[in-house]
């Protein structure tokens, strides 16, 4: 048999999203990028489950790393994005500025 494990669904959620400037990218020690996204303005009254992405105008899919969220709180999270080849955290910095890469994100809570 084939049993399954349900949760109840909430009646009501409350969700928020948004665009993270490229230029909020910053050096992360020796091996790769980091951002710190403000929430804020979404006024969650628990934290979230939040939701990323990535867009860009070329070479995003250099970047690994940035769907998986740290730190999630009501009013903030960050991500990491680290190169999938053999760039420097300096190249990574570099390619996010000139191809401007956009965090898309999306936090639903109850």
């Known amino acids: 048999t084939t ?4 949760t109840n669904a909430t009646a009501q959620a409350y969700y928020c999203g948004g665009t993270s400037s490229y230029t909020l990218w910053q050096v992360y020690a020796t091996s790769g990028i980091t951002m710190l996204i403000s929430t804020v303005n979404c006024s ?3 934290t ?6 990535m867009d860009g105008s070329n070479n995003q899919w250099f970047a690994g790393g ?3 969220i740290y730190s999630p709180a009501t009013v903030s999270f960050r991500v990491y994005a680290r190169a999938l080849t053999n760039w420097t955290y300096m190249d990574m910095l570099n390619n996010s500025q000139l191809y ?3 965090i898309n994100w999306f936090g639903i809570s109850n």
């Open 66 to 68: 940035y769907t998986a």
């Open 100 to 102: 401007q890469w956009n």
């Open 3 to 6: 049993q399954l494990n349900l």
């Open 44 to 46: 969650f009254n628990s």
């Open 48 to 53: 979230p489950l939040y939701f990323t992405s």
